[in-house]
């Protein structure tokens, strides 16, 4: 199964959430993860975030982007293009959609027209129910 990985599963693994332990299962069954580069920007803003805001520790923070770092080495990365802003900036199937979760959707859509039967990692409910309805099989 190869996956395309959204921001809100893998800051569910990277924060220890409850979700976290089926993502990190997801990641470990797949045949290979396809990520926006926005996927790793969203992530380390987080921790940046948690880390200033006192809610994790400066350690915690450096863990935690070493181990994003180390995972992402493994993921065929995508662009934020031409392409993938077109069609972020086109309506979905249910709008509202933030610009970062069009700019994920736009992306996975890229992704699978290179890479069919494609699924989509995520645990953000709107970008789930509109790739669902974009034809993506959502995982977990």
């Given at each position: 199964m190869l996956l395309y990985v959204e921001s809100s599963a893998i800051l569910a693994w990277l924060l220890g959430e409850e979700r976290g332990g089926k993502v990190a299962q997801a990641l470990a069954d797949s045949d290979g993860v396809i990520a926006?580069?926005?996927?790793?920007?969203?992530?380390?803003r987080v921790l940046i975030r948690a880390w200033s805001s006192g809610?994790?520790?400066?350690?915690?923070?450096?863990?935690?982007?070493?181990?994003?770092?180390?995972?992402?080495?493994?993921?065929?990365?995508?662009?934020?293009?031409?392409?993938?802003?077109?069609?972020?900036s086109r309506p979905f199937p249910i709008?509202?959609?933030?610009?970062?979760?069009?700019?994920?959707?736009?992306?996975?859509?890229?992704?699978?027209?290179?890479?069919?039967?494609?699924?989509?990692?995520?645990?953000?409910?709107?970008?789930?129910?509109?790739?669902?309805r974009l034809g993506f099989v959502t995982v977990p």
């Open positions: 926006s580069d926005l996927t790793v920007v969203e992530c380390e809610l994790i520790t400066e350690a915690e923070r450096s863990d935690q982007s070493s181990a994003l770092a180390h995972v992402a080495a493994h993921w065929t990365r995508l662009r934020v293009d031409e392409v993938v802003v077109e069609r972020a709008e509202p959609v933030r610009t970062l979760d069009a700019l994920h959707l736009a992306s996975a859509l890229v992704a699978r027209s290179v890479a069919p039967g494609l699924r989509l990692l995520t645990l953000d409910q709107r970008v789930r129910e509109n790739g669902e």
